[in-house]
């Protein structure tokens, strides 16, 4: 599947400062040690809906994870899925009368349009899940091989019993774990499981849903599997970064961390399992469900992109927050001020700004502390000027290669 466009990424000059990143399973921020290239896979989107602010959310905490590691001097393999087949798109075409392909290839491409005005990094693997049929196929077979599903009436599934390290990324209990199984996807009361944690890996063909011949019989990947399947074709056990939002915790992140740890053996499946906070509008979380989307399509129609992005670097990434229309004034008169001082002749010193901002970044990507520390040099330029000619272009490309704000 196609990703979209990148813009260049400036280098800066000096030392860089190590990403220090906070792990869900190990409920701490650690340092992040990638070798040359560091490999990240985040979950996608399911399309059937426009992107909304939630999701710009999650996808602007990864595009800063893989900017630290730019300005570090690694490579970034960066692989992201789309679930192009799933129950909820196919019920929503369905609501629609539309197609579901039709429905997901729209909404892929204004995703696509969306992060790419955002100026987020696209994936190097941008991967849908109709593309890879064949290979989640072939690791629920490599799963069975270890002795780790069954079948209820040719549905494969993945034997909690099975799952020595399950619970391990979340820390949630069981009694934790049931109430959002069932909420988050799950079917804990299907007769026939052994466990109601048992999850789905495979779903045999039904009347009217779309279906893949295989080896399993034909049918189509269950939601945990897809994403672990396409991590394990791209990047390999053992990768630096799994992320999304905190909603993926459980039972996404839990179900294909042990999905993974069968399959090869190693733990953990991923380094670190970052998650991004949730956003609500109105005191309450926003979701399609709810319908209180705020789609980044339309804020983008009358308003600069770049005041959408600093709306969300305001926020740290793992918070929760709500949305509100002062925040998008906000952030516009910041762009303002921070254009209107780079466009000055000449200004402060700029290297401890760079400084400053390398280790706010770094720091668990304190992009608000980041935000607060170029709005001070600005003030100064704008107040007092300053003797630096350099100053403006270096703040420029700092905003550019550490936050992704063109100035």
């Not at 196609?2 to 399973?25: E, I, K, M």
């Not at 490579?75 to 087949?85: E, F, I, K, L, S």
């Not at 491409?109 to 290979?135: C, H, K, N, S, W």
């Amino acid at each position: 599947m196609r990703s979209w466009s990148a813009q260049n990424v400036p280098s800066l000059p000096g030392s860089s400062v190590p990403l220090r990143l906070y792990d869900t399973a190990a409920r701490q921020v650690r340092l992040t040690d990638p070798g040359p290239t560091a490999r990240m896979y985040v979950c996608g989107i399911t399309p059937y809906d426009a992107t909304h602010l939630g999701h710009a959310n999650t996808y602007l905490a990864f595009d800063l994870v893989s900017r630290v590691w730019l300005d570090g001097g690694h490579q970034v393999h960066y692989t992201q899925n789309a679930t192009d087949v799933d129950d909820p798109l196919l019920e929503r075409a369905e609501q629609t009368g539309q197609g579901w392909r039709a429905l997901a290839e729209r909404e892929i491409e204004l995703f696509r349009t969306d992060m790419e005005a955002l100026r987020i990094l696209p994936p190097r693997d941008y991967v849908g899940v109709t593309e890879v049929v064949d290979q989640v196929a072939a690791l629920v077979s490599r799963l069975a091989a270890k002795g780790v599903t069954y079948t209820v009436e040719d549905d494969v599934y993945f034997s909690v019993a099975d799952a020595p390290k399950f619970g391990e990324v979340s820390g949630f209990s069981r009694e934790e774990m049931l109430p959002l199984f069932g909420e988050r996807g799950g079917d804990p009361e299907r007769p026939g499981k052994r466990d109601p944690l048992d999850w789905l890996l495979w779903r045999a063909e039904r009347p009217g849903e779309p279906s893949w011949p295989s080896p399993l019989g034909p049918g189509r990947p269950g939601w945990h599997v897809e994403c672990t399947a396409i991590a394990l074709d791209h990047l390999g056990g053992g990768f630096d970064v799994a992320g999304g939002g905190t909603d993926l915790i459980f039972p996404h992140h839990e179900c294909g961390a042990s999905e993974g740890h069968a399959a090869t053996g190693e733990w953990p499946f991923a380094k670190f399992y970052t998650h991004a906070g949730m956003v609500a509008l109105d005191g309450e979380k926003m979701s399609k469900s709810k319908g209180n989307l705020v789609f980044v399509s339309k804020l983008r129609a009358g308003h600069d992109p770049m005041a959408i992005r600093l709306i969300l670097l305001a926020h740290h990434y793992r918070t929760d927050w709500a949305y509100t229309a002062d925040q998008l004034q906000a952030a516009e008169a910041r762009l303002e001020t921070w254009r209107s001082a780079v466009a000055l002749g000449a200004g402060p010193d700029a290297e401890g700004l760079l400084a400053e901002v390398r280790e706010r970044m770094a720091d668990d990507l304190d992009a608000p502390g980041a935000l607060a520390a170029v709005d001070a040099w600005a003030a100064r330029a704008l107040r007092d000027g300053g003797s630096d000619p350099a100053a403006p272009a270096l703040v420029r490309d700092l905003a550019d290669a550490l936050l992704g704000v063109a100035l």
